[in-house]
T-cell receptor, first 111, second 115 residues
């Protein structure tokens, strides 16, 4: 079946460090891929998405590229801020309306 | 309001009690989803409505779980005879149409604790 695997957290970084959160997926065909973010005390928010192979989603300095050959959608940011501390969820949606989420990766950024 | 609203935010139920969780989606959104998020896990799909039609209920874990959206707007998730394993955050999301191409907007969730 379709599934998403994320790297386990927490990821702990100093401010201005480079961030990578790995995400790989298993799916038949060509799903759409998403990163959602959950800030403390808030609901899930869409961070970025890509709907076809080689597409790059970007928002707020975060980027992720849809890599069909490696079935990956890794999240990157060149310089993290304390305000980026949150839980990040990779997800896919394939030929149905539901989202299939990974288990989430907690990011903690310290000044 | 501008976003998806869920109530109550917190619910404590005694084992065996029935509960009802409410979701007010963004006005005009056609699609509505319910997800269950256990502690330390990602959300897992429960059920999906397009307007008032429940098109997918494959994620409902047992026949104790029931969802409705009678007028294509507000939705209620009902859990009968709650069990401890039902303890989780229940998330509602709405979308203008199909999630594959559009953003799903999530509410803050209802945290259910069964004691």
């Amino acid at each position: 079946g379709n599934s998403v695997t994320q790297m386990e957290g927490p990821v702990t970084l100093s401010e201005e460090a480079f961030l990578t959160i790995n995400c790989t997926y298993t799916a038949t065909g060509y799903p759409s891929l998403f990163w959602y973010v959950q800030y403390p005390g808030e609901g899930l928010q869409l961070l970025l998405k890509a709907t076809k192979a080689d597409d790059k989603g970007s928002n707020k300095g975060f980027e992720a590229t849809y890599r069909k050959e490696t079935t990956s959608f890794h999240l990157e940011k060149g310089s993290v801020q304390v305000s980026d501390s949150a839980v990040y969820f990779c997800a896919l949606s394939y030929n149905t309306d539901k989202l299939i989420f990974g288990t989430g990766t907690r990011l903690q950024v310290f000044p | 309001g501008a976003g998806v609203s869920q109530s109550p935010r917190y619910k404590v139920a005694k084992r065996g009690q029935d509960v009802a969780l409410r979701c007010d989606p963004i006005s005009g959104h056609v699609s509505l989803f319910w997800y269950q998020q256990a502690l330390g896990q990602g959300p897992e799909f429960l059920t999906y409505f397009q307007n008032e039609a429940q098109l997918d209920k494959s994620g409902l874990p047992s026949d104790r779980f029931f969802a409705e959206r009678p007028e294509g707007s507000v939705s209620t998730l009902k859990i009968q005879r709650t069990q401890q394993e039902d303890s989780a955050v229940y998330l509602c999301a709405s979308s203008p149409y199909r999630v594959a191409n559009t953003e799903a907007f999530f509410g803050q969730g209802t945290r259910l604790t069964v004691v």
